[in-house]
Each structure stands twice: as C-alpha cells, then as structure tokens.
C-alpha cells in the first residue's frame, strides 16, 4: 500500500476525495501527512481523519521536506492546490506530483491557480480545457506531464461551471495518477 503526503491551501475538496475513496476501498493508500501553508479547511478536514498536520506558512525548505518524508514514511508527496513554492529533496524528484486545473503549459505558472486559470482559459478563447498532473520540479507548473485530462469549453461555460467540470475531471485524474504510481512503484 502506497504512504501519501498531501500538500494543500484551500477548501481541501480533492483532500476530501481522496479520503472517501480510501475508505470505500477504491484506492489502496494511506494519508500519513498533510501540509498546509495556511490555517484552511483542509487542515480541519485532515485533523478530523487523526492525520498528522503542519501549518508552514511560506515556502517549505528541502531540508525540511526531505525530514517529513523520511519520518512519515512518504512513497509519493502529492500537491493539491498548493499555492506555496516546494522545494523538495533531488532524492523525491519523480515522487512528488501536482494536479493544476487546465492543459498545461497552457495557464500554468506563479500566480496561476484557482479561479483565476479558468479566467485565462475562458479570455484565450480554448476549445477546450481540463487538468493536468505533472511531476514538481523548481518551477511552477513546469515539470514532466504524467497525465492530462480534458473536457470541451461550452459558450455557456463561466469561471463557476468550468470550475466544477475540471474538479471532477481531476478527481478522476489524481486516484489515475496515485494508482500508475503504485503499480510502477
């Protein structure tokens, strides 16, 4: 069974996900750790599983990251809305994801998350959109695609229904990417 560590800074929906379907025993893995740049809701929702939380404002050292993994016994560090730069040890390069709502390079870098990617999405006049994982290397929203995931952009589609669509492509995408991760493992 894969150990995960989820970095987060929001509403902790993917976090939430992937708890359900842990319990359901749709995806055999456990949540050892999560990080939160900030008080959220995330925090309170890994708190309320007895997961193991940090609240580390700012960017988080590879000295330190490189700790946790080793203490928490981490096979795979997964961002999931993490807004915050991660510095991550060489030795977990290729074992440290993140999921970013649109078909990156397309929308992605500093400052790109959230609803504000759905606005560049909708203003650029894409055909299409939907969500990608990539592996984290020292640049935002830059490292190797692992997989990507896509859904038409409608004329009715705005920032609120585009949200949702990726959301539920991405829940989709994440358990893909946890489950290829652990078969390769």
Known sequence: MISIAIMCSGKGRLLKYLYDEIELNKLEANINAVFCSRHCLAEKIARNK??????????????????????????????????????IPKSFYKKCINIHPSLLPKHGGLGKYGKKVHESVLKSGEKETGCTIHFVDDKYDHGEIILQKKCEILSLDNVDSLSKKVFELEKIAIVEAIKDFNKKG
């Open 50 to 87: 007895g997961t193991n939380v940090f609240v580390i404002p700012g960017s988080l050292d590879s000295e330190t990251m490189g700790i946790a993994i080793k203490r928490y016994d981490i096979d795979l560090l997964i961002l999931t809305g993490y807004t915050k730069k991660v510095n």
